[in-house]
């Protein structure tokens, strides 16, 4: 078997050779003495092996390691805060559908502002002040005749009290309430 | 010695030593790689640490079918990619300083060819040389002969065949050849 160049430069390369056959290592020896191209070419990477080895090897410096385990450290903590902060991801993730992240984040955002409408109505419209709407209908007649004070019935003359003069009676009224 | 993939195996189970041993092991490697790569000390420091923390996010995607080394180095090499990138518009204002220096040098080694470099001198130009060595070339370059790896594993690693790892090699050595003539080493 005769090897071309190309073979022999691939095969015969500083690292390669540990791993060729004994048969094969004569091939590309013999191979190199004959071939003067290849000759220059195995020259050349002899040559620049020794250029690059003359170069000292790049020491890291001595704190990159302890560098590294610190970052990951705080990754692991986070991811626990992660938890807290996108927990739809997480358990999209855990069951493995693997989504688009855009489409976690915006799941995720449309979770929080329901939440947060829910909080705000719970906090703020859940009172037992009577509403404006419960002012002008009260829920029983009693009411209304002590809010309306000297007024004892209602009618028509008392709507009309109330709309020429509006300061003495503080609620607003509508017509519709006294039918 | 305890195999890297039984510390890949503990990581993925949840052991947070298990990839403090990993880091340990290989991240002279990597930041040999990534000096090599991006050229300076603080770059190479930093494009280490985001990929063994890349490394240690994805550990489940990976197959146990490579070795973790070989795995760990196409992490690293990426984030080198994405390093050069994000940093070569920050560079480009730079350029014109450098360039001068870097023709200040030249014109200075060519007027006193005589003159004996001095070994740290010698190893700053030589490191220069790769660093203007297209990107694929420089990587080859690096890996074939300041990491030791074979062509087979270069090829399994930049997903080509050893075919195009040697041809690649071999511009490379020429295009190096060529860049240091110029420099008068000795
Ligand atoms: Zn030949």
Redesign the pocket.
């Known amino acids: 078997m005769s090897?071309?160049?190309?073979q022999?430069?691939e095969k015969f390369s500083l690292h390669q050779q540990p791993d060729l056959t004994y048969q094969e290592k004569i091939e590309c020896r013999r191979?190199?003495i004959?071939?003067?191209?290849?000759?220059s070419?195995y020259e050349e990477m002899l040559h620049t092996a020794a250029v690059l080895d003359s170069i000292p090897d790049p020491v890291p410096p001595p704190e990159l390691v302890e560098r590294i385990q610190t970052q990951i450290r705080e990754t692991d903590s986070r991811s626990v805060l992660d938890f807290l902060v996108n927990p739809i991801a997480r358990i999209l993730v855990a069951v493995k559908l693997g989504p688009h992240p855009t489409f976690v984040n915006y799941t995720a955002m449309l979770f929080y502002l329901m939440l947060t409408i829910f909080m705000v109505k719970l906090t703020f419209f859940n009172s037992t002040e009577p509403s404006p709407v419960q002012l002008t209908r009260p829920p029983s007649p009693h009411v209304r005749i002590v809010r309306l004070g000297d007024v004892k019935h209602a009618s028509l003359e008392a709507v009309k009290v109330e709309k020429e003069k509006p300061n003495e009676i503080p609620i607003q009224s509508t017509p519709s309430d006294f039918q | 010695m305890i195999p890297d993939e039984i510390y890949v195996q503990k990581t993925i189970e949840g052991d947070p030593e298990a990839f403090n041993e990993l880091v340990q092991r290989h991240h002279a490697r990597i930041y040999g790689l990534a000096y090599r790569m991006l050229g300076n000390p603080d770059d190479a420091s930093d494009a280490t640490q985001e990929a063994f923390l890349e490394a240690y996010k994805s550990i489940q995607s990976f197959q146990f079918q490579s070795k973790f080394l070989t795995w760990m180095y196409r992490v690293g090499i990426n984030v080198c990619q994405q390093y050069k990138r994000r940093s070569e518009s920050r560079q480009r204002a730079l350029t014109s300083y450098t360039k001068d220096i870097q023709e200040r040098d030249a014109q200075y080694t060519s007027e006193y060819p005589d003159r004996v470099l001095l070994k740290t001198e010698r190893d700053q130009l030589i490191q220069q040389a790769i660093d203007q060595l297209p990107s694929k070339q420089r990587l080859v370059i690096t890996l074939f002969y300041m990491q030791q790896m074979k062509y087979r594993e270069i090829a399994e690693l930049l997903d080509c065949s050893e075919g195009t790892v040697a041809s690649r090699l071999n511009t490379a050595v020429r295009n190096l050849k060529s860049k240091l003539e110029g420099l008068n080493l000795h």
Do not use: A, N, P, S
């Open positions: 090897l071309d160049c190309k022999v430069i191979h190199l004959e071939c003067k191209t290849c000759q070419e």
